[in-house]
């Protein structure tokens, strides 16, 4: 069986061969430098050419890589814009196209953001903002011919990787959490003026973007984050006010685009929130924090919502895939699947992207254990 097929029975609730195996979306998948430690481990000398994120975060996994650890994905994005460069400081911050300064933590690995640009302002403001332009012509050149080629060239499952913002991460990144979480009760006409900027932004993104691809892909990702390690960062009622219908109206023109499934990344615990997000339409929920509060029993995940969302991830990466052994590392990957696979319906891939403290043989026998107990 294809990657393609694969992944394509799974993403149906059906059972292939073996359970899909995923490495490369920005939440899972590998620092720049842990990468150059695999490609040493697996003997592979050849110059590296890979695209790297803002964040360090490798995007593109090299084929050599893919077919060594058994990956069923390929990824594809948006390009760069034209209208923006990155301008690094002399204390090394800059600034994203969205104006939002950001620095590099703990050596180079983290991005952090550190100042929002809209704090101060008022709604009046957020028509004069200099706001991204969706048109720039340099986000899909050559993305036409990059992504028929591995739809005609390849058989791996073609991911569609996020436009790069969604709607409540992107409002907290331009106001301020703390700031946009005093806005919700005490200002909240500048919320909803926030928020309908963004959503209107992501239309246009996702239309310039869907056009060049949508007929070419299988899994197309979508993320904002709702979830910290002990609960949901805003109250399901606030969620329901500000966020919900929001995103009903993205996924809703997401879906008019393309037949691929929609993949929702939030970390955190978020199991408050599931049916929200079944009822607006998501098929993948990712990446399923399993350290998280209320996420760890992934055999009443699968019961209560298997039915309706294929689950995407699971494997802990706190303390196992990055604290934990080799024979941790398998025995995680048999409960994950012993829990989730059942009936199709589960991609495994770690809980986060892998930064250099992995040791390199957890990543060897993640895959490993995937393949041996991932079987039907």
């Not at 593109?60 to 814009?81: A, N, Q, V, Y």
């Not at 436009?163 to 106001?175: D, S, T, V």
Request: with cysteine; aromatic share 10%.
């Amino acid at each position: 069986m294809s990657p393609r097929e694969r992944v394509e029975k799974a993403l149906n609730h059906q059972e292939p061969d073996r359970v899909p195996l995923d490495l490369g979306c920005p939440s899972n998948s590998m620092s720049i430098e842990l990468y150059k430690k695999l490609r040493q481990y697996l003997g592979i000398s050849s110059p590296t050419k890979v695209k790297v994120g803002l964040d360090n975060i490798v995007l593109d996994i090299e084929e050599e890589i893919l077919e060594s650890l058994g990956i069923d994905f390929c990824r594809i994005h948006l390009k760069t814009p034209h209208t923006w460069k990155k301008v690094v400081a002399e204390d090394g911050t800059f600034r994203d196209e969205w104006g939002i300064k950001r620095k590099w933590a703990a050596g180079g690995e983290f991005l952090e953001m550190v100042d929002a640009p809209l704090k101060n302002k008022t709604i009046d403001d957020l028509e004069k903002y200099p706001w991204p332009d969706p048109y720039d012509k340099g986000r899909i050149e050559g993305l036409e011919e990059e992504v028929k080629r591995k739809y005609e060239d390849t058989e791996y499952a073609i991911v569609a990787d996020t436009i790069g913002f969604g709607l409540f991460e992107q409002a907290w990144y331009l106001r301020g959490m703390e700031q946009l979480m005093v806005d919700m009760i005490e200002n909240p006409d500048f919320v909803n003026a926030l928020l309908d900027k963004i959503l209107d932004l992501s239309k246009k993104f996702w239309d310039v973007y869907l056009r060049v691809i949508g007929k070419y892909i299988d899994v197309v990702v979508h993320f904002d984050d709702l979830g910290g390690q002990n609960g949901l960062l805003i109250s399901p009622q606030l969620y329901r006010q500000f966020i919900k219908e929001r995103q009903r109206q993205i996924f809703s023109f997401i879906k008019e685009r393309t037949k691929a499934k929609l993949f929702y990344h939030t970390c955190g615990s978020v199991y408050p929130l599931i049916p929200d997000l079944i009822e607006i339409g998501i098929d993948i929920l990712q990446p399923i924090q399993t350290s998280a509060k209320d996420m760890g029993d992934t055999k009443l995940l699968k019961e209560r919502f298997g039915k309706n969302l294929v689950f995407w991830g699971a494997i802990d990466y706190q303390s196992v895939i990055a604290k934990g052994t080799p024979e941790e590392v398998e025995n995680e990957v048999k409960k994950r699947i012993r829990d989730l696979s059942s009936g199709g319906g589960y991609v495994l891939s770690a809980t986060h992207s892998m930064h250099s403290e992995v040791p390199i043989e957890n990543i060897i026998s993640m895959y490993s254990a995937g393949k041996k107990y991932g079987r039907y």
